[in-house]
């Protein structure tokens, strides 16, 4: 599975990004959707994730200011990031997991696209 993302950049402190990512290939289903995010000397840290149920799980740090929306029969996302924080800047991953076939389960990650917030 080949995830495409796109979006990101350079805002001010305050500021809105909207991310997209888009899922490509063979696959049977596609059971979770969604961002993590690395700042450098950090570790990789969930954003946020849809699940094909339809359930949202978000990082605490961005409850109440992200949002993120799958559509397309489940192998797009977005991700509409508001009141934007220095502490926000990152490289954002797309991931996705779910079933190549009946059997073998896999985990994809994007290539990643960077996001800076300036003060």
């Known amino acids: 599975v080949q995830l495409a993302e796109s979006g990101g950049g350079l805002v001010q402190a305050g500021g809105s990004l909207s991310l997209s990512c888009t899922a490509s290939g063979s696959y049977f289903s596609i059971n979770g959707m969604g961002w993590y995010r690395q700042a450098p000397g950090e570790q990789r840290e969930l954003v946020a994730l849809r699940t094909s149920g339809g359930s949202a799980e978000y990082g605490d740090s961005v409850k109440g200011r992200f949002t993120i929306s799958r559509v397309n029969a489940g192998n797009t996302v977005y991700l509409q990031m508001n009141s934007l924080k220095p502490e926000d800047t990152a490289v954002y991953y797309c991931?996705?997991?779910?079933?190549?076939?009946?059997?073998?389960?896999?985990?994809?990650w994007g290539q990643g696209t960077q996001v800076t917030v300036s003060s």
């Open positions: 991931n996705a997991r779910g079933y190549e076939d009946y059997r073998n389960a896999y985990e994809s």
